[in-house]
């Protein structure tokens, strides 16, 4: 099972730029599918991104496409979330996520490991 941590979260101003990390522990990261998901204050958990094994095939929410980039480089186990343009409405609890099967997912039963999450505040 891979462990996952969380980093990077903070305090920026709207039209600001983050970029969050999740570094995974095991030797076998590279054969696991890796997505990003967050939760505001009173809300559900979302979907954000996704990427595959390889880091070819990737997957975005609306609310973040074309603002935010997912990334991997799995000689360090780590993926990566850049979010540009940030806006209020981006303010939550990020949560990186692994899954053992090499499809994009948007659901959270579908993920096997979670990380303990990184907040993110948007001011306007």
């Known amino acids: 099972q891979v462990q996952l941590v969380e980093s990077g979260g903070g305090l920026v101003q709207a039209g600001g730029s983050l970029r969050l990390s999740c570094a995974a522990s095991g030797r076998t990261f590279s054969r696991y599918a890796m997505g990003w998901f967050r939760q505001a204050p009173g809300k559900e958990r979302e979907f954000v991104a996704a990427?595959?094994?390889?880091?070819?095939?990737?997957y975005y929410a609306d609310s973040v496409k074309g603002r935010f980039t997912i990334s991997r480089v799995n000689a360090k186990n780590t993926v990566y979330l850049q979010m540009n343009s940030l806006k209020p409405e981006d303010t939550a609890v990020y949560y990186c996520a692994a899954r053992g099967v090499n499809y994009l997912a948007t659901t959270i039963r579908e993920y096997d490991a979670w990380g303990q999450g990184t907040h993110v505040t948007v001011s306007s």
């Open positions: 990427i595959n094994w390889s880091g070819i095939s990737t």
